[in-house]
């Protein structure tokens, strides 16, 4: 049984080694660069670095993101019911509708209570 | 190729489609509703759990398999649903007065109340691991958000944070498990787990046993066990009193009856090879309980940690694994909602006299200068220490009578030594009420109506419990009868 587990096995060696590989390769063959303000900045691109990654954010941006996630679920949900659409017939049908309206629900309520303004 | 569409039994599923029916339009009333008239949602939330309390016992003793299989309406789960509605008409009752006070945004308060029980319906009802996954998350969830409900409050944030990441971290280890148990027997259905074990694999029978252990971490954590109980004091203590009333009691019983029908109904007899883990954790439980509890000088830490010793004690059950112990402490989760929920609401009209502040202190003299609020807690107290003739001395002693019959001599003393450790704990409040006068002034709060209501029925309850019980609970009947 444990032969199905081989290929997960032959990814990590993969994986390691990769990793492992590159680091070791440039370690090795790396020219090894004088002390430089470049040393200790994070890599982006070639483009030099503008300030702080870690920067306050409004929480709405957190909201929104979450209130997305939920219909973009949602969505998730209605592509298998739209492939088998036909076989599912009414019953798929009224269900669908139990789902969406359950969420319909949610809707009304964070647009109500304003969670969606944006000042 | 047509598709099998499941056999759906509505009525079967009535009081879940009532709670969570309830809870959405609670939802979807209250941003209708101006801010300050929205705690009359409450009153909604009563309507919900009395009817979903109509139709589960309508219901009542009629074995239901529905949803392919998937749910299980039975004596078990109908007894344990009614068991949660009692713990949430008493909590909707003691957050009335309680969310108006502290400001507390009523109407999400009360649907998450709903959307919880909803969840621990689901778990006493689920014939699958699966729905007893997602009854878990639905009540847990519920849980997380209550904890914190109080925005302002940063003890009330610590505690849900707390609680969402230790809880996320617990539910983590109940798919492991449930995923153990699935490659183990290649089911997740509760019925046939042990019809079809040890047939698959050589090892299914180990692996099925790492799988049930995970399960249980996941379930100790919930319902405030020994080496997982470390959240407990901290999150009961930083959420707001009523809901900490709530979470002390139904997570506790919907995770003793998912509990129940994993390791009594769907392991059999496997469960012999796991009940000496239950064994160790039960006594453990019991000490850390009782013992932290000696210490504590704030009444709502001190409830918490016997909300620990009392999880200990309902493990006794899973030693002994038999007909009569599951309905012994399906009694002893009966009795200890209404004695819990009856001491939450004392502490809520004490805090609401001094402040928000819960220490002991704060309870000198409340005995001689209000008798009956002092003599209601005296009651719960003593009901909590297991004395009878109240409903907490009942509880233990079918608890007890059912280890016995099982021949754990052994553990039985031990639970009784603990009983006694107890007694000083709680006994001392009811000193510092009744012995010491206070000279500072109780300062006149109007009584809360609906505070009071919950307060008679759960000394009624406390009373007749451990004055009838067997009037209240046919014993005679098994619950659930162990499979195999």
Redesign the interface.
Do not use: A, D
């Given at each position: 049984?444990f032969e199905t587990y081989f290929p997960i096995v032959f990814l990590l060696l993969v994986s390691i080694a990769a990793g492992g590989g590159l680091y070791l390769l440039s370690k090795f063959l790396g020219r090894k660069s004088p002390e430089s303000k470049y040393m200790d900045t994070p890599y982006e691109c070639g483009v030099e670095p503008v300030g702080d990654t870690r920067e306050r954010f409004p929480v709405k941006f957190y909201l929104i993101a979450i209130l997305f996630i939920v219909f973009d679920i949602e969505v998730v949900f209605m592509y298998p019911w739209a492939v088998?659409y036909d076989?599912?017939a009414l019953?798929g049908f009224i269900e669908m509708l139990v789902f969406i309206g359950?969420l319909l629900?949610?809707y009304?309520?964070i647009?109500?209570?304003g969670a969606l303004k944006w000042d | 190729?047509?598709?099998n569409?499941p056999q759906i039994d509505y009525a079967a599923i009535l009081p879940e489609l009532l709670t969570g029916g309830m809870a959405?339009l609670i939802?979807?009333v209250?941003?209708?509703i101006p801010g300050n008239r929205r705690y009359y949602t409450g009153y909604l939330a009563l309507l919900g759990v009395i009817g979903a309390a109509i139709a589960t016992y309508a219901g009542f003793a009629k074995e239901v398999t529905t949803f392919s299989g998937l749910y299980t309406t039975d004596f078990f789960s109908t007894a344990m649903k009614l068991v949660f509605l009692l713990g949430s008409f008493l909590v909707i009752l003691l957050s009335d007065n309680f969310t108006r006070l502290l400001k507390l945004p009523a109407g999400e308060y009360y649907s998450l109340i709903l959307f919880a029980t909803l969840g621990m319906m689901m778990m006493a009802s689920a014939n699958d691991l699966i729905v007893f996954f997602i009854g878990l998350e639905i009540m847990s969830v519920a849980l997380y958000v209550l904890a914190g409900i109080r925005r302002v409050d940063l003890k009330s944030n610590e505690a849900s944070l707390k609680y969402f990441f230790l809880g996320a971290f617990a539910t983590g280890f109940v798919v492991f498990g449930i995923a153990f148990i699935y490659g183990a027997t290649g089911t997740t259905s509760l019925s046939h787990v042990f019809d079809i074990s040890l047939y698959k694999?050589p090892n299914s029978g180990l692996y099925l046993m790492i799988g049930g252990a995970l399960l249980l971490i996941g379930l100790a954590f919930k319902m405030a066990s020994f080496p997982f109980h470390m959240w407990v004091p901290d999150v009961y203590e930083g959420a707001p009193t009523a809901v900490t009333a709530f979470m002390s009691s139904g997570p506790k019983a919907a995770a003793i009856a998912i509990l129940a029908r994993v390791f009594i109904f769907a392991f059999g007899e496997q469960t012999a090879v796991i009940a000496p883990i239950f064994w160790v954790l039960s006594v453990t439980t019991m000490f850390v309980g009782n013992l932290t509890a000696i210490s504590q000088s704030n009444v709502k830490r001190m409830l918490a940690y016997s909300s620990i010793a009392h999880a200990g004690y309902m493990m006794i059950a899973f030693v002994a694994a038999s007909g009569e112990a599951v309905s012994a402490v399906a009694f002893y989760i009966l009795c200890y909602t209404v004695m819990n929920i009856g001491a939450f609401a004392v502490l809520i009209i004490v805090e609401s006299k001094s402040d928000g502040d819960n220490q002991l202190a704060s309870f000198t003299g409340l005995g001689r200068r209000h008798p009956i609020l002092g003599a209601a807690m005296a009651l719960f107290l003593i009901s909590l220490a297991g004395i009878p003739p109240t409903a907490g001395f009942f509880a233990k002693f079918y608890l007890f009578k059912a280890a016995i019959l099982k021949g754990h001599i052994l553990l039985t003393v031990i639970a009784v030594i603990n009983s006694l450790i107890s007694v000083y704990y709680y006994l001392r409040v009811v000193v510092v009420m009744f012995m010491i006068d206070t000279e500072t002034e109780f300062r006149p709060v109007t009584y809360p109506s609906a505070l009071y209501v919950a307060l008679v029925i759960a000394v009624m309850a406390v009373l007749a419990l451990g004055i009838l019980p067997s009037y209240f609970f046919p014993f005679d009947q098994p619950m659930l009868v162990p499979f195999g």
């Open positions: 049984m088998v076989r599912l019953f359950i629900i949610g009304v309520y647009l109500r209570s | 190729m047509p598709i569409i959405l939802m979807l209250t941003p209708f694999f």
